[in-house]
T-cell receptor, first 111, second 112 residues
Framework: QKEVEQNSGPLSVPEGAIASLNCTYS??????FFWYRQYSGKSPELIMF????GDKEDGRFTAQLNKASQYVSLLIRDSQPSDSATYLC???????????FGAGTRLAVHP | GAGVSQSPSNKVTEKGKDVELRCDPI?????LYWYRQSLGQGLEFLIY????????KSGLPSDRFSAERTGGSVSTLTIQRTQQEDSAVYLC??????????FGEGSRLTVL
C-alpha cells in the first residue's frame, strides 16, 4: 500500500463546475496535510494546508480532512481553465516533518 | 537569493559517471528536502535535513545516492556510477519548519 494515494485522472470538468480531488493516506500518526498544484514543466506550489478535522476554506478552494477515515480532499469551486494542472496531496509521516507526496491527480478544466 | 536555487538546471551524463546536484535554500530555512520526479510521476521522497542532520535517509534509492548539508545551508546530492533509471528531475525544497515547502526549479538529469 502506498503511503499517499490519489486517483491519477485525468479529471475533466467544465468551466464553472466544482472539481473534487481526493486523497487517502496510510499513516494514522500524520498530523499535517497539504495540497500542491503543479503546472506542466514547473515546480509544485502550495495551494492549501489543513491540520484539523473538518473544512478549511480559502477563496475558491476548500480542503476537507477526516482523520478517522484517513481521507483528505480538495474542492475547487467555479473551476477555471487556469486551474488545469496536476494536484498533489502531501502528508507528514514518520513522526516528524517528513513530507510524502501522492502521485497527483491531473485536472483538466474545459471551456 | 529570494528563492531556492538549484544547479545545474540540466545535466547530461554517461552511464557510470558520478554527478553532483546542488541546492541553495532560502536563507534562514532550517529544513531542506530532496525529491525525485520521473516523467509523468509524482514526487519520490529521497531525504530530509533538519539543520545539518538527516533524520531519515530511507528514501535514498540505493547506496549510490548520498547527500550532505553543511552550515545549515547548501546541500549536495551525489549520485555515483549513474544508471539510466536515475534519469529524472531532482527537486529541492526548503521550509522554516513544518509549513509550506518552497521548491527550486529542479535539476533535470539525463543518463545516456
Amino acid at each position: 500500500q502506498k503511503e499517499v494515494e490519489q486517483n491519477s485522472g485525468p479529471l475533466s470538468v467544465p468551466e464553472g463546475a466544482i472539481a473534487s480531488l481526493n486523497c487517502t493516506y496510510s499513516d494514522r500518526g500524520s498530523q499535517s496535510f497539504f495540497w500542491y498544484r503543479q503546472y506542466s514543466g514547473k515546480s509544485p506550489e502550495l495551494i492549501m494546508f489543513i491540520y484539523s478535522n473538518g473544512d478549511k476554506e480559502d477563496g475558491r478552494f476548500t480542503a476537507q480532512l477526516n482523520k478517522a477515515s484517513q481521507y483528505v480532499s480538495l474542492l475547487i469551486r467555479d473551476s477555471q481553465p487556469s486551474d488545469s494542472a496536476t494536484y498533489l496531496c502531501a502528508v507528514t509521516a514518520g513522526g516528524y516533518n517528513k513530507l510524502i507526496f501522492g502521485a497527483g491527480t491531473r485536472l483538466a478544466v474545459h471551456p | 537569493g529570494a528563492g531556492v536555487s538549484q544547479s545545474p538546471s540540466n545535466k547530461v551524463t554517461e552511464k557510470g559517471k558520478d554527478v553532483e546536484l546542488r541546492c541553495d535554500p532560502i536563507s534562514g530555512h532550517t529544513a531542506l528536502y530532496w525529491y525525485r520526479q520521473s516523467l509523468g510521476q509524482g514526487l519520490e521522497f529521497l531525504i530530509y535535513f533538519q539543520g545539518n542532520s538527516a533524520p531519515d535517509k530511507s528514501g535514498l534509492p540505493s547506496d549510490r545516492f548520498s547527500a550532505e548539508r553543511t552550515g545549515g545551508s547548501v546541500s549536495t546530492l551525489t549520485i555515483q556510477r549513474t544508471q539510466q533509471e536515475d534519469s529524472a528531475v531532482y527537486l529541492c525544497a526548503s521550509t522554516e519548519g513544518a509549513g509550506e515547502l518552497f521548491f527550486g526549479e529542479g535539476s533535470r538529469l539525463t543518463v545516456l
